[in-house]
């Protein structure tokens, strides 16, 4: 039921790694008051902006990969939209997305499964009959 | 074939007449030289044959691809094929994240290359188009300009 979220926001470049540490802390609190968990926190450390975000030209960036509800979300972009170290920030929601690619990734491993015939019969019978019908 | 009938008929004079029926029978060979073919409507070739006849009406000869096939001035007519870079590797997931292989799929100018020119295929050019769109809002990649 709970929906899986990617969320990326970049912070600007001169601020400290503690403060940034403390940001980051901010924010996995928030989610599990809200009642979400977060998967990870991936910081992808100083990057070129491809163009000029309020003056600055580099930005540190930050990944955090979510699962939790949509109000989850819009608490923490409010969050966000009024922390002042943080530029700019983009959510991207993730768990249709990975429905589709595990489904793309069992149709394979059934093909992979079917072509080495005498190494596996019992599945070969089973398997192409449902893929090849 | 006149030059046939000559020395059979000669020595066998008494089998002239049925002989000469023969030879005029070889003699009128067109219609009955491919007895295989029935009366001109070119049914012999199997019924899949009919759909590629016309399907190569419609297109110019892919026999010349790009060089004397397109004589008519449609010179980009029919390029060397080119294939879905997703397609061929097995790329499932384009990921907004993966900026290199984005900037592939983006001219100089920091615009999208149409799907003609990149050769890649509907569904993926639609999931690569939301990518760079995200990519773009995320300071990825530029909206316009030089991808630095």
Redesign the interface.
Known sequence: MNRTYELMFIVRPDMAEEDLGKLISTLETAVASNGGTVKGVERMGKRRLAYTVRKFHDGVYVLLLIEGKGDLIHELERRLRVSEPVIKFLTVRTDEEQKRLEKVKKIRDAHRKATPAPAAPAEAGAEPAPVSA | MADETKPTSAPAAPDAAPERASADAVVVRPTGDRPDRPSGDRPDRPSGDRPSGDRSDRRPRPGGPGGPGGREGGRKYFRRKKVCKFCVEKI??ID??DYRLLGQFVAESGKIVPRRLSGVCTPHQRRLSTAIK?A????????A?R??
């Open positions: 499932d997931a907004y994240k995200q773009r809002n995320i300071a990825l990649l530029p909206f300009g991808a630095s």
